[in-house]
């Protein structure tokens, strides 16, 4: 299948990429094996996760025989990592080196529940943006196996098996989208006040707040939010979660009590190839 869509995205005249935790990569003679069918196919970049995190801190160790196997079939290979921050670290915007990109980790899906209580807890009504995406104008979408197309893993804008992507696209209004328009409007902090969301006092960054909020908001928007596989049921609706305060929702401007934004559903990504 992943061989069939970059052959797919090659005919499209699209540049193409692959990112992976390397799993299968055991020695340079597997990524050979491996990498031959993707190029073939038209394949231009692979992106391979080396850190402690995806458990592929080997991979570091072979980066330059994975870096020769690539120039050999003219394959440009990045490496990836993450730096666990430190308990007292302020959270930071991610960061880019030269052929090894590093940055902090996002704590959303599976960091939230393995990571985040490590961490240093900010106030929640600090996050007042989202630092990451691109989210009035977005310069990338997700799509995933379903189908679904997210502006951010988890917040969805459509899906291309109903509609085009360009159509979604072109239809998208993010102003309006009961996700997204918060978060442009005051980021994770907007999208727990003006739904009225239990919320605990601190959280270790934008993300971890922002999946704390989305996660429950999923049963009231099912087509916003998913698929239920990015959230899981033990992810933030734990303990932590039960223990939170209610903000209650602020009333959306111009509009009677009972007609929020958030009763309009829409429509609505995942990583296309670029």
């Given at each position: 299948?992943?061989?069939?869509?970059?052959?797919?995205?090659?005919?499209?005249?699209?540049?193409?990429?692959v990112?992976?935790?390397?799993?299968?990569?055991?020695?340079?003679r597997?990524?050979?094996?491996?990498?031959r069918p993707?190029?073939?196919?038209?394949l231009?970049r692979l992106?391979?996760s080396?850190?402690?995190?995806?458990?592929?801190?080997?991979?570091?160790h072979?980066?330059?025989?994975?870096?020769e196997r690539?120039?050999?079939?003219?394959?440009?290979?990045q490496?990836?990592?993450?730096?666990?921050?430190?308990?007292?670290?302020?959270?930071?915007e991610?960061?880019?080196?030269?052929?090894v990109?590093?940055?902090?980790?996002?704590?959303?899906?599976?960091?939230?529940?393995?990571?985040?209580?490590?961490?240093?807890?900010?106030d929640?009504?600090s996050?007042?943006?989202?630092?990451?995406?691109?989210l009035?104008?977005?310069?990338?979408?997700?799509?995933?196996?379903?189908?679904?197309?997210h502006?951010?893993q988890?917040t969805?804008?459509?899906n291309?098996?109903g509609?085009?992507?360009?159509?979604?696209?072109?239809g998208?209004?993010?102003d309006?989208?009961?996700?997204?328009?918060?978060?442009?409007?005051?980021?994770p902090a907007?999208?727990?006040?003006?739904?009225?969301?239990?919320?605990?006092?601190?959280?270790?960054?934008?993300c971890?707040?922002?999946?704390?909020?989305?996660?429950?908001?999923?049963?009231?928007?099912?087509?916003?939010l998913?698929?239920?596989?990015?959230y899981?049921?033990?992810?933030?609706?734990?303990?932590?979660?039960?223990?939170?305060?209610?903000?209650?929702?602020?009333?959306?401007?111009?509009?009677?009590?009972?007609?929020?934004?958030?009763?309009?559903p829409l429509?609505?990504?995942?990583?296309?190839a670029?």
């Amino acid at each position: 299948m992943l061989v069939e869509a970059v052959a797919h995205a090659t005919r499209l005249d699209l540049a193409t990429a692959v990112v992976s935790n390397g799993y299968w990569i055991t020695s340079e003679r597997d990524l050979g094996i491996y990498l031959r069918p993707l190029v073939a196919a038209g394949l231009k970049r692979l992106q391979l996760s080396v850190d402690d995190v995806h458990h592929q801190r080997r991979l570091h160790h072979m980066s330059d025989q994975l870096l020769e196997r690539c120039r050999r079939y003219r394959v440009t290979l990045q490496l990836l990592g993450v730096d666990i921050p430190e308990p007292n670290e302020e959270p930071l915007e991610a960061r880019e080196g030269r052929y090894v990109s590093s940055g902090e980790i996002m704590f959303r899906g599976r960091a939230v529940e393995t990571l985040a209580r490590d961490q240093a807890l900010w106030d929640w009504e600090s996050f007042d943006e989202c630092p990451h995406e691109l989210l009035a104008d977005p310069m990338r979408v997700h799509v995933d196996p379903h189908g679904y197309v997210h502006i951010c893993q988890g917040t969805i804008i459509g899906n291309v098996d109903g509609e085009p992507l360009d159509a979604i696209m072109d239809g998208y209004e993010p102003d309006s989208h009961p996700v997204v328009g918060p978060l442009l409007r005051g980021g994770p902090a907007a999208l727990v006040r003006e739904h009225g969301l239990e919320h605990e006092e601190g959280y270790a960054d934008a993300c971890h707040l922002c999946f704390a909020a989305r996660s429950q908001l999923r049963e009231r928007f099912p087509d916003e939010l998913g698929p239920p596989s990015v959230y899981g049921d033990r992810q933030v609706r734990g303990r932590r979660q039960r223990r939170g305060v209610r903000t209650e929702p602020e009333q959306p401007r111009g509009e009677r009590a009972g007609e929020g934004a958030g009763d309009k559903p829409l429509d609505g990504e995942a990583d296309t190839a670029s």
